[in-house]
Structures are given as C-alpha cells and as structure tokens.
C-alpha cells in the first residue's frame, strides 16, 4: 500500500502546481481507484453510511476539506464501507447536531466526546442500541470490548443497554503544576511541600527580583479564576460540586470552596498574582506571562506534553534559555493532599444514530477503525512516505513539515483508536524525539509528571472524570448552571474585597444561594443516582488500577 500510496501522491502533486495540492475531489486514489468500489474484497456490496467529522478549522490550505481530503478518501478507499463524512464545528456540536437532528438529515455515525450531549441523545432517544448487532456483526471492536469489559461498563446507559463505543487510553496527569527551579537555587529555597509555604515561595519570587532584572515585574503564581492555572486551585483543594467522601457517599455542594477562596484570597492580599486577573478572561495573559519568564509557579494543561512541548515548552525554552522547570506536587493543605487531573481511560466517543439505515454497514466501519493498522496510519501517515521504522519497530517521523501539513490535523478519524494496543511504541513515552531539544526537555518533565502524579493519592476532580458523570435532568440543569455561577461570583467576590466581605460571610451567603437555588433537589437526584448506578461507575480508583495494568505491560514489553 505504501508504493501505491507514494506514487498517487507523487501524481497529485504535478498536477496540482499551479492549484491546491490533494483536495480530494478528483484524480487517483491512494489505492489507485477511482471513486468508491461497488463491493469490498469478498465481493459483497458495499454498504454507505454517514458520518461525523470535527472540524477544527485545522485543514492546511490546498489539502482539501475536513470533508473532502485526501483522508476521507483513503477511509473510502481502504475501508468497508462507502461514508460520507459531515463536518461538525468542534465548540459548536450540540447547536449543529440539534439542527440536523431536528431536520432528520443526522449522520448514521456520531462522534462526540462531549458526556452531556451524548447522555442528551439518549434522553431524548435519538440512540440506538448496540447489544446485538455488536454480538452477531462485530469482530474488531467486540473483541476490544472483551479485553476491556471497561468499555462496556461505561457505554452503557441507565436503561441496561449499550449505546455508546469508545477507545482505551493511557492514564497519565492532564495536568503538571512547574516552578521555576532556576529561581529556587537563585534564592535558596526549597520546593513549597504546604499551603503556608507556597505563600512564602511566592512572596519571594514576587519580591526578590528572581530574574535579575531590577524591576518588580515577577509573579509568584497566576490565574486565579481563568485559563490552565485556575484549576490548580480546584484541584488542591478537591473544591467539586460532586465528591466522594470518605464512607463511599456521595457529598453534593460547594465542598471545600470557601478553603479553596481563602488560599486565593491570600495569594490576593500578598501582591504574588497579577491584581487584574478578572480581566484575563481566557487565561491568555497568564500565560504569556509564565512563557516570558515573569511567573514563579504555573499549571499547564500538559496531557501527553506532545502539543505543549511544540508549542509553550519550545516558546519558554526560545524566550528565556536559562528557565528550568521542575514538575512538583500539589501542596498539602488545610482538607489534605491530592492529585491533578488524570487522562481518562475510558473514553466514550461514539453513538448510532436510531434512523441509521443501515446499522450493519456502520458495525463494520466501527470495526475498521478499530483496527491498529486504521488507527496508525490516523496517528503517523503512511509508512515509507511518513515515517519510517527503526530496527526495533520504533516509529519515526521522517519529514516533520510533511507530517505538519498531511498528517497531525486528522487525528480525529482515530477517535475509536486505542493506542496501546500497538504495544510499547503505542505508550506516550516512547513519542519523544531526544534529538530535538524540547522534546528531549519535555520527555523529562513527563517523566517527573508521571513519578509525581500518578500515586495512590485521591485526585482532586470530584467523583470521576467529567467524561463519567451523568447528565441533570434539563431543568435541574438549569438550576445548576445558575445556582454554580452565582456561588462562583460570591466566592470571586470575597478574593478581591478585602474587609469588607469576609470568607465567612461569603460561605454563608454561599450556603444559602445553594439551598434557595436549587441545591437540595440537585443533591437528592445526584445521591439516587449515585445508589443505582455506583456500581456501574468507574471512578479514580478504577483508573488507578488501569494506569497499574498498564505500566506493568509497558514495562514486560
């Protein structure tokens, strides 16, 4: 396939000189057919389907359309089935999949990794069941789902059924909390291991000049309400709308909030944040600040620190060569010590739809991409035409700009990819490139997230991942949104007020906008859910034990 693949490339780029480069519309195929083949390899006819398809707006000029590209048209080529694929915005799914499915015209297929609108398609029985036609027509996907009895246990709704298919992912810390350990040695400070000694390491990164340059423009730490950092603070402090106490049960309100509010409020009073960080609405100077060498200590959404090696870690290093970063547990505080966020390794991400015409055709696509081949070639492009294979199986990306501009934008055709099934190359530790230097850089700091983060201490997210919580009812919804952000404004408020408004009186005032709000009718629905379903409900221990799976099979490999 790789020759045939090379040379309809190599026809697609003479004859798009003077125009766009592998649009997708016309001309050979990367199998070397033209248009979609009226029956697959055992002569059966092939059956068409629709399908979603995010688009990112991520597409390089002249390679096509997220619709029409020369993905699509491997997929139409190479795949099962014939699929026309419809383009979904990606922050914008639930108001598109509202119209197309109120029009009728929603494809067979849709991918979602959005837990609240899949549970809505359920709710409002747009979903088909999968039970059976997974049973009698799967064999790639039933077989994961054997290995993995996760997938079931989480694609499956409140009625018994399953409805969802998904892909198993390796769990390792979304996020890292850095210091800048360079700063550290300058002033002679160890790293803060409490609430009270973040203060102090704070106030000395804002005071001290750590930098050098003799202007007071450092910070100690920075977003206290938006961007990546403003979940440090959530997560420190375990401050959820859902926790899991220590008996098991669930505890609904704005736990831990006002301890949260007055860590905040101190790092407020004590000049270490930026004082106009409500005005920062998307964190976007947070961290233009941490990349510029002006902030002491910084949360990053990090997950596999592929994309923010690329991006923020080579800026840092490009900005300020002398910063060195050390990952470094959260603090203990005054209700005890967590972890951050893990990757989910469970993810749901797919439903089919009920009018779907032919339900056979979408188990066969399903089971294509479930392939390790299918999900490979999504993941490095083509062998011998993007990356080649090393002497012991490693893959290597052997033209970055090719990979750039043909490959690194259509991860989202491998949305039903488990990657580790490729074995230990399949693992986020082995996608670095040591010969670059930031990715060299960033395989040590996701070295130090992992020894850091991925301990038998309670993650400070609540119950479960977001992906794993049920959706409210829609009018309880409702007064959940409103009750949360009026709770959030007061709580904001008691940050910036000074005397005036004390952490008491915020947590009263707190307290009684979550009883007349709503509270008691979303804490009572939550708990019954909760005796029904807990069982059925993968929560952070679960993950925990998956991730102790997991590295056990890395490390036999």
């Known amino acids: 396939m790789a020759e045939l693949f090379k040379k309809w490339l190599k026809t697609a780029v003479m004859v798009s000189l003077g125009g766009s480069l ?34 990112r707006g991520a597409v390089p000029g002249g390679m096509g359309t997220i619709e029409d ?49 899949r549970n809505q398609l359920f709710n409002q029985k747009q979903l088909l069941p999968l039970d059976d036609l997974i049973e009698q027509q799967s064999v790639e996907y039933k077989a994961l789902m054997e290995k993995y009895p996760q997938l079931k246990q989480a694609g499956t709704k409140t009625d018994g059924k399953l409805y969802e298919v998904g892909r198993m992912n390796e769990v390792y810390p979304l996020v890292s909390l850095f210091i800048r350990e360079d700063w550290l040695e300058k002033l002679g400070l160890e ?3 409490t609430e009270e000694e973040m203060i102090t390491v704070a106030k000395a990164f804002a005071e001290q000049d750590p930098d050098g340059n003799g202007v007071a423009d450092t910070y100690g730490l920075s977003g206290l309400k938006f961007g990546d950092s403003s979940g440090l603070y959530r997560y420190m402090f375990n401050a959820n709308w859902v926790n899991l106490d220590a008996n098991g049960e669930l505890a609904v309100g704005p736990n831990h909030m006002k301890e949260a509010t007055a860590f905040k409020r101190k790092l407020y009073e004590a000049g270490v944040v930026d004082k106009d960080f ?28 592929s994309s923010f090696a690329s991006r923020e870690l080579d800026t840092l290093m ?34 089919v739809n009920a009018r779907a015409k032919d339900p056979e ?36 990306i052997t033209d970055p700009d090719k990979y750039k501009n043909e490959v690194s934008w259509a991860a989202d055709f491998a949305m039903l990819y488990s990657r580790l099934e490729e074995g230990k190359y399949g693992y986020a530790e082995a996608q670095f490139n040591e010969e670059i230097p930031y990715q ?47 709770i959030d404004d007061i709580f904001t408020r008691a940050i910036i007020s000074g005397s005036n408004y004390t952490i008491e009186q915020a947590d009263m ?17 939550y708990k019954e859910w909760w005796s029904k379903e807990k069982d059925n409900v993968l929560i952070w221990s679960d993950f925990y034990d998956i991730y102790k799976q997991q590295q056990a099979a890395y490390q036999a490999e």
């Not at 998307?282 to 060498?293: M, P």
């Not at 399903?366 to 390790?372: G, H, Q, R, S």
Request: charged share 25%.
């Open 440 to 486: 060299k850089e960033a395989l040590r700091l996701f070295r130090e997230s992992m020894a850091t983060y991925m301990t038998d201490l309670p993650v400070g997210e609540g119950l479960t991942h977001s992906e794993h919580m049920p959706q409210l009812p829609k009018e309880l919804q409702v007064k959940f949104t409103n009750v949360t952000t009026a």
């Open 69 to 117: 590209n020369m993905w699509t048209k491997w997929i139409n080529e190479n795949g099962p089935v014939n699929v026309k694929f419809v383009a979904i915005p990606r922050w914008e799914s639930q108001s598109k999949l509202n119209v197309l499915l109120a029009s009728g015209s929603a494809p067979d297929l849709i991918f979602e990794f959005g837990t609240s609108i």
């Open 191 to 193: 790293v803060p291991a």
């Open 318 to 351: 490009k900005n300020v060569p002398e910063a060195k970063l050390k990952v470094i547990p959260l603090p203990k505080t005054s209700v005890g010590q967590y972890n951050p966020v893990w990757n989910n390794p469970v993810q749901m991400t797919a439903v």
């Open 361 to 396: 055709a979408v188990i066969k696509y399903i089971d294509f991409l479930t392939k390790i081949e299918t999900g490979r070639t999504f993941r490095l492009g083509i062998e011998g035409v993007h990356y080649k294979l090393e002497e012991d199986g490693k893959p290597v």
């Open 278 to 305: 409500l005005t920062d609405k998307d964190g976007s100077k947070a961290k233009q600040d941490f990349l510029n060498g002006k902030v002491g200590m910084y949360a990053f959404m990090t997950a596999d620190y």
């Open 22 to 55: 592998l649009a997708g519309c016309s001309g050979d195929s990367p199998a070397g057919k033209t248009g979609n083949a009226a029956s697959n390899e055992n002569g059966q006819a092939r059956g068409s389907i629709s399908s979603t398809i995010y688009d």
């Open 509 to 525: 005032d707190a307290q009684k906008e979550w009883e007349k709000g709503g509270g008691p009718e979303i804490e009572r629905w």
